[in-house]
């Protein structure tokens, strides 16, 4: 196992801050290459053998009303807050 970055930046990185931003960058990058492994291209899964056309217009439309519901707390708080002042 090798020590990324032990030693310091090289005379080159040092000539201006934007060199050394650059060193900076390849270093926090190596170490991240490092350290988190890639996730590799998602897998193509069969459907499970229970879902249907009829759940998955359920969940539209529950997923609709969610959203609609979440937009009215916030322009309901919006109203409430202007009425108040």
Known sequence: MSWYGALGPAEGDLVSAASLADWITRRVRNACDVST??????????????????????????????????????TDAEILAKKQR
């Open 37 to 74: 492994p890639r996730l590799g291209a998602p897998r193509d899964r069969p459907g499970v053998y229970w879902w249907n056309d009829t759940i998955a217009a359920c969940r539209k439309a529950s997923i609709s009303a969610r959203r609609q519901l979440t937009r009215c707390k916030s």
